[in-house]
Structure formats: C-alpha cells, structure tokens
Nanobody, 126 residues
Framework: QVQLVESGGGLVQAGGSLRLSCAAS????????MGWFRQAPGKEREFVAG????????FYADSVKGRFTISRDNAKNTVYLQMNSLKPEDTAVYYC???????????????????WGQGTQVTVSS
C-alpha cells in the first residue's frame, strides 16, 4: 500500500533552518502532485508547498515564498522541504501528501489529496 513517511522535524530557534523529507512508496507517482501541508493547534490544515512529480513545477503559499523550497529526488522517491528563516508562526505539524492526476488547480485543497503521511512536528522558538 502507499506509504508517505515524513522525517526531519524538530525544535529550532527563529531564523534557523530545517529540512523535512517525505519518503514515498507503494506505487509510482507519475503526474502526481506532492504537497506539504501544516496544521497548528486550533487552526485548519493549510497548504505550504507543492511539486509536480514528473515535470517538477513548484507552487508555494505566499507566507513561505522566498523562505521555503520544495524539491524531489525521483530516484529515491523522496520529496524535500527546505525551510529557511523560520519564524515562530511556522510552528505546526507538517504533513506530506500525494494528489493523483486531474484537477491540478485544486493543489491547495487538502481534501483533493489521496494519501497522507503521519506528520512531523516543527517548533520554532522566539
């Protein structure tokens, strides 16, 4: 079955960096969109960044543009989220998700995604 396993979360000071990884297995992800979402306590899950598995096109939330970079290594079936200049408001559980082909315009919508990882905690202290 499909598995998405996140790693790389932790505690970091404001201004610091972290790199999250999402190891994907269980099927081929051709033409999938791989997304990173986050959810802070008491808030809805929100889109952070996405990447087209085959063509490599990327998408970002305005709140992270210029600070976060999403990438993928097709050979390793892994998606990364490099997070720089972290802020306390970036504190959340970060989730990796996979969206099957079709309706690409819905890449910001959590319910459009078919598979989810278990999440990894990112805490940014001030």
């Amino acid at each position: 079955q499909v598995q998405l396993v996140e790693s790389g979360g932790g505690l970091v000071q404001a201004g610091g960096s972290l790199r999250l990884s999402c190891a994907a297995s269980g099927r081929t992800f051709s033409n999938y969109i791989m997304g990173w979402f986050r959810q802070a306590p008491g808030k809805e899950r929100e889109f952070v960044a996405g990447i087209h598995w085959t063509y490599g096109g990327t998408f970002y939330a305005d709140s992270v543009k210029g600070r976060f970079t999403i990438s993928r290594d097709n050979a390793k079936n892994t998606v990364y989220l490099q997070m720089n200049s972290l802020k306390p408001e970036d504190t959340a559980v970060y989730y990796c998700a996979a969206k099957s082909p079709g309706g690409e315009y819905r890449y910001r919508v959590p319910t459009a995604y078919d598979y989810w990882g278990q999440g990894t905690q990112v805490t940014v202290s001030s």
